[in-house]
Structures are given as structure tokens and as C-alpha cells.
């Protein structure tokens, strides 16, 4: 083990992975399960069944008091005014640069408590950015070492849950959550969001509980199948449905309004980079993030340049993979404008080879 | 994980079987493995005289891709002809229906450098 593996930090379930033979990566300074039973297999488990991810790498802050509506309203690009009590909102924060420190997850607890859940990469960067810009004495909480988070996924997500609460899974809509008993726990926040486009829940609780909770919801879903989902499926279950993932297809140097989040940037409100971003929406951007699939056989990746038909550079894909659900190259990446609109082809320089591609609408899975 | 003690090994992860003047290639068991998923393998050598460690192919993973390396010098006589149509054999069955190709061997001495089985494996830490 080298030095900098000394310092990565495991969540409460690293045994359980281990024990389950995941293979185990660094990843945003957590050893974390890329794969179990192999990548095609985890995902479509979820994509059919049911899959549960260990995502307890992700960082939540508590933000508290009779401003925090104000401060998370300065910070974010979404209107959080439009949250009430048990709805979550996805939004990103603005760098005063037009780029994107981080995107994140704003939940409404009640009128004056917000959590805000943020990528594990980034917690260090957003806590400070937040920091800096709490000129309302809102109390913060960084939460995150002693959070878990399980997300639970998939078709029979919702059966295997409902064996577990009293709360009815049913009448808990997209992007809502609610806090209740769950395993026999008290305080379990259960919600109806996740990243692979397949339906069911994530459920945040205390590290302690983090060996029983897992159990129980192994238990509860072993006559649907449940099998542990590792990071690798993560990625290709959100890239078929054309979520952006930070680092990669948004990042410091790319706007929400050329990454297509326009819909989550709202000009009814002061902001960071209001100004900025509202002009980019007015008078248009020159590049735009584009899904796109493969034509020729080939699989797109990260960093590969992406050409017109005469060889001119036009952009660089920024997410690529084969999908296991479509069963060929897809990918997302940055293009000039011009050649943005779907179906427009384009060629991804794979080795020494120019493949055809065409522009594809997102998401690239449809149930 | 298994490794056949009548084949030498690479420190890229390739294996080679002898038969006289002709070598078949593929890679080990620890490679699918840690390629996972494989989705194609891209062969475009075949009739082509390459020196050891050039590269004779692609493999293509769901979440990578890696270069494949001869072992030794010599002109590829053939790729499997099953591989474009099966990929997932080199995943299921590295050392039989997973092999990728042939190659006539040009210079028997580079056989001496390649690695034993028990080699291979302290090279990889089993």
C-alpha cells in the first residue's frame, strides 16, 4: 500500500464489500466498491431487479437557522423558494467565474433547515465556498463523516423498502423525501431520488446503524434478486440517462447554461453569476454538452476530441462508455454549437480512427 | 486464479502458448479480470511482421481500454474468427475460446524472457 492510500478513508461498510469480493478503488479519497458480481450484471440488476450502492462517500451539510433559506438562495443557481417541507431540489453552486463548483442535492427539512448533499470530491471546496458567502449567521454543519447513505435502485426497489417502514413508499413522489422509522431506526431520511433513471430511494442514517440497515435490506430484497452495485455501474446508469457527473462533464470551467442546466438556473432570484449566466441564456453560448451514440462500432471516452466530417476539432467528449443496456458506444461531450441540434453527425477520434456519431437526444434510455 | 503452467507469461498481462514455430496469444485470467466486461477486441495486424512489444490489438472493457502487446517477434498468421462475434469468451475462457491470435515465431531465443507460471504470479502478488 503506497502513502496516499494510507490516507483514504472507508465507509462503515468497507468489510461488507470485501467480504462480498468487491473490488475496492481509491475514489475521491474513499476506498470504495467499483464492482461485485462485474459491471454488465450490476447494471442490469438495477436497470431489471434491484441494486443497492454503498454512496456513503458523499458529503451532507446541515445548514440551520432563520437565514439559511437565504444563504442557500445566494449560493445556488435553483430557486429554493419553491422547496416546502419534504422536497429536494437539484442545483448547483455557481464559481463567479461562470463555471460550476460543484452540483448538489438541496433537501427542505423545514422552514429553517436545508441539507445539502454534495459530491465527495468536492466537500472540502463547497464547505468553504458555502462558508465564505454565510453573511447570514446560518449555522453549519458538516455531517458527512458520520453519514451514511445507501441508495437503493431499481424496479423492486420500492417492494423490498416497503417490507421495512411503516411510511408508504407509494405516496413518497420524485424528489421528496421523508424522516421515519425504517429497520426498526428512528430518524431514517428516506428519499425518492437517486442517479440511474430506475426508480427507488436513497436512505441516509448514522454510521452505527450501517451493518444492520444493509442487512436488513439485503434481506428484504433476496426474493427480487438484490445484489450489491458497485461505481462502475453507477457510472454507465447514469450516463444512459445523461446525468451530468462533476469532474467530468461539468467542472470551474464549464457553465450551467452550456451544460443544458439551464433548467435548474433561475433568474427570479439574486445570485452568484446572475448576471453572467443571464446573459449567456439571452445571447447563447458557442459550445453546448451533447449526448451522443456511436454509428461505427467503437466505444467513446473521456478526453477524446471529437471532429466535423472534414477533421476540423469541434469539441472533446467529456463521459463515455458502452451501454450495457443499448449495447453500443454512447457518450456526452462539448461541441460547438453548431452542431448541437440531434442527429447531426459528428466523429470521435478513437486511436488512430475517426468513428461516426450522431448528436442523440438524452436520456438515451427510455423505460 | 488460474494459470496454466505449460504457457509463459508477459508482464503486460499476455500469455503464450508454443507449438514449434507458432505461438498463440492471448491474456490472462488477472487481465479479464481487471478489465471486467470486455466488448471487443480490435485486431488489425493479421498478415503484419511486428517486434516484440508492439502493439497487435485493442481491447476494449466497458469502462477501459488497454493495449495489447506481442511477446515476441514474428507476423500474425491469424485472429481468432471467433472473437468479433464472442467477445465475452475472453472474459469466460482466457486461456481456450478466449484467445485473440497466431504468430509465426521469428526469434526463439526471446522465448527464455518470457515469465514462468510461478513468476507471473509473484509478479502479481498471488
Known sequence: MDAAADTLKNTALLEKHIALGAKIVPFAGYNMPVSYSGLNDEHLTVRNAVGVFDVSHMG?????????????????????SALTDGRVQYSCLPNGKGGIVDDLLVYRI?????MLVVNASNI?????????????????KDISDRTSLLAVQGPKATDTL????????????????????????????????????????????????????WDAVFAAGAEFGIKPVGLGARDTLRLEM????????????????????????KFNKEFTDKALLSEQKEKGVSRKLVGFEMIDRGIPRHDYEIADAAGNIIGKVTSGTQSP??????????VQTTFSKPETEIFIKIRDKALKAKVAKIPFYKK | MNFPDNLKYTKDHEWVLVNGETATIGITEFAQGELGDIVYVE????????????????????????????PVTGVVLEKNP??????????????????????????????????????YKAMIGQ
Open chain 2, 82 to 119: 471467433a472473437i468479433d462475434a464472442n467477445p465475452e469468451s475472453v472474459n469466460k475462457d482466457p486461456y481456450g475460446e478466449g484467445w485473440m491470435i497466431k504468430v509465426a515465431i521469428a526469434n526463439p531465443s526471446e522465448l527464455a524472457g518470457l515469465m514462468s507460471a510461478a513468476d
Open chain 1, 124 to 140: 472540502e471546496k463547497d464547505w468553504n465556498w458555502i462558508s465564505k458567502h454565510n453573511n447570514f449567521g446560518v449555522d453549519m
Open chain 1, 242 to 265: 445523461g446525468f451530468c457527473l462533476y469532474g467530468n462533464d461539468i467542472d470551474d470551467t464549464t457553465s450551467p447554461i452550456e451544460a443544458g442546466l439551464g433548467w435548474i438556473t
Open chain 1, 60 to 80: 451532507e451539510f446541515i445548514l440551520k437557522g432563520d437565514k439559511a433559506l437565504d444563504l442557500i438562495q445566494l449560493v445556488t443557481s435553483n430557486d429554493a
Open chain 1, 162 to 213: 416497503q417490507k421495512l417502514t411503516d411510511i408508504s413508499l407509494a405516496d413518497i413522489p420524485y424528489y421528496h423525501f421523508k424522516k421515519g422509522k425504517f429497520a426498526g431506526e428512528e430518524n431514517i431520511v428516506i428519499s425518492n431520488t437517486g442517479y440511474t433513471g430506475a426508480g427507488g430511494f436513497e436512505i441516509y442514517f448514522d454510521n452505527n446503524l450501517a451493518s444492520k440497515i
Open chain 1, 110 to 114: 423545514d422552514g429553517k433547515t436545508y
Open chain 2, 43 to 70: 485486431i488489425e495486424t493479421v498478415g503484419e511482421e511486428l517486434g516484440q512489444h508492439d502493439v497487435f490489438g485493442t481491447v476494449e472493457a466497458v469502462k477501459t481500454v488497454s493495449d495489447l502487446f506481442m
Open chain 1, 325 to 334: 443496456s443499448l449495447q453500443k458506444g454512447i457518450g456526452m461531450g462539448y
